[in-house]
């Protein structure tokens, strides 16, 4: 397509070709709009780091059969939860079988998942360009003297659309030059490291109780992060392992220690030897995830443009899971209907746009940041990473040791448990009430 002064040389320009970017792409393109998918990475995918369960169930609406195409690993049927000490471990061990039929939640690798995203775009006829930085965008004055975005920049080239889509993830510095996003506290934010090792099949089968298709999740708090607010993964892979850790940035600038000197402790740390030796290191990078929760998502449209995925602050950690790849295909569905519609009715001011933030309002995605909303404030106590795991090592340690003394009543045990803690009535009881409401 060319450019002249008269009219865009697309109808849509979408920036990053992750998760959010690839889908809303192809359903745009789906819909006989022309699209640009402009990715900086040489290859979807090559800049993306993430933990790797997808919780894949809206993708479906997608891709029916995504699950038979795509490169997924295994298909999760065991969480494991696990509260984990300097020398003991406790955990609660989730298995059914009945998570893989339908798939509820798959480990992907997305060195291999984004190109194929990227590719079902091309398919239906989206452009794509990899290897191209958007430098900035192109604005000018809208109709209602309001900034208008009218394309973007990269090196020399500017490409005009009458709706940019940025999907450029959490740092997204689009979003934030045009005021969508702004600077955020350093609590709204964490560190990811992440890391895969190759592991032989057989290996992974057996000291994870998993076998053919079938995987395992194990979230992990407490030693492992040296107590610093976040917590540890391995999820299984094919052949190879996905561990790291993902930690508060605010906790762990305090904490003076770095994010790989945790990951490091993480990684050599006893408890999880069991599961790691022998295997060889083949990927690693570090990235931030989005925290904030609820609060963290303010404006997502304006004349001309759109923010989906993380660079709308879409993502939750829960303690349990962190989830930024099936809110990113929720926002990307809300934003491609949205987008239709707009250029449908030739209105792609803020107003025309306006759909999407009722659809993702009404979508399970603003549901779920709502539900999640005190989450991340409840993460913020300190105690969840290091006195808990120990207080009920202790309680089950006393529970489980005989040694031909009378055995105390169970409720005695807790008792001189809780008094040998940190931790105060008060706190077990105001901490079991916030989770309740938080989780
Ligand atoms: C360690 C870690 C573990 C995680 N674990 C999980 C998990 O288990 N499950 C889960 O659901 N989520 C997890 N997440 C979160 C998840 O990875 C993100 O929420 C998700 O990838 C967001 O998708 P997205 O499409 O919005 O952004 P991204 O996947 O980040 O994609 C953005 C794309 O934009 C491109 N881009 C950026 N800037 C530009 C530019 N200027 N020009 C062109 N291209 C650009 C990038 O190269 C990238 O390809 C984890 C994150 C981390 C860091």
Same mark, same amino acid.
């Given at each position: ?193 992440? +890391? &895969?090792?190759?592991?032989?099949? @057989?290996?992974?089968? !057996?000291?994870? %109780?998993?076998? #053919?298709? /079938? ?122 209907? +949205? &987008?239709?519609?707009?250029?449908? @009715?030739?209105?792609? !001011?803020?107003? %025309?746009?306006? #759909?999407? /933030? ?82």
């Amino acid at each position: 397509m060319t450019s002249d002064a008269a009219g865009p040389d697309f109808d849509v320009v979408v920036v990053g070709a992750g998760i959010a970017g690839s889908v809303t792409a192809y359903r745009l393109a789906e819909r006989g709009l022309s699209v640009v998918l402009i990715e900086r990475g040489d290859v979807p995918g090559s800049k993306n780091l993430s933990g790797g369960v997808l919780y894949g169930r809206v993708l479906e609406t997608v891709f029916p059969h995504y699950l038979n195409e795509a490169p997924v690993e295994r298909r999760i049927t065991r969480h494991v939860t696990t509260f984990l000490n300097a020398d003991s471990a406790v955990s609660l061990d989730y298995s059914a079988d009945g998570l893989a039929e339908p798939g509820n939640a798959v480990t992907v690798l997305r060195a291999k998942f984004d190109p194929w995203l990227a590719g079902k775009a091309e398919e239906a006829g989206a452009f794509l360009m990899p290897g191209v930085r958007v430098d900035s965008l192109l604005t000018g004055p809208g109709l209602d003297g309001a900034t208008t975005v009218v394309g973007v920049r990269a090196g020399d080239d500017e490409l005009r659309a009458r709706v940019v889509v940025a999907a450029d993830g959490v740092n997204s510095f689009l979003a934030s030059s045009v005021g969508l996003r702004q600077k955020q506290p350093t609590n709204h934010l964490a560190v990811g490291v992440k +890391a &895969v090792i190759r592991l032989p099949r @057989a290996d992974i089968e !057996s000291r994870f %109780g998993v076998s #053919g298709d /079938r995987g395992a999740a194990h979230a992990i708090v407490g030693d492992c992060t040296l107590g610093i607010g976040g917590g540890g993964f391995i999820y299984t892979n094919t052949e190879s392992l996905s561990l790291g850790v993902v930690l508060r940035l605010d906790d762990l600038l305090r904490s003076g220690h770095t994010a790989i000197e945790v990951f490091e402790h993480f990684t050599q740390h006893p408890g999880l030897q069991q599961y790691l030796h022998g295997g060889e290191l083949i990927e690693y990078g570090s990235h931030l995830v989005a925290e904030g929760g609820y609060p963290m998502v303010g404006e997502v449209a304006m004349n001309g443009m759109l923010v989906a995925g993380e660079s709308a602050g879409l993502a939750i950690n829960s303690g349990l899971t962190v989830r930024g790849m099936d809110l990113a295909i929720g926002s990307a569905i809300a934003a491609s209907d +949205a &987008v239709v519609e707009a250029v449908a @009715a030739g209105d792609t !001011s803020k107003a %025309g746009l306006a #759909g999407y /933030r009722r659809r993702l309002d009404e979508s399970f995605v603003m549901q779920d940041m709502r539900t999640s909303a005190r989450a991340p404030k409840f993460l913020e106590r300190n105690r969840m990473y290091g006195p808990y795991g120990e207080l009920i090592a202790d309680v089950l340690q006393n529970a489980f040791s005989l040694d031909g003394t009378p055995r105390e009543h169970l409720l005695n045990v807790a008792r001189h448990a809780l008094r040998r803690s940190p931790l105060t009535l008060r706190q077990l009881i105001s901490d079991g009430w916030a989770g309740v409401r938080a989780l």
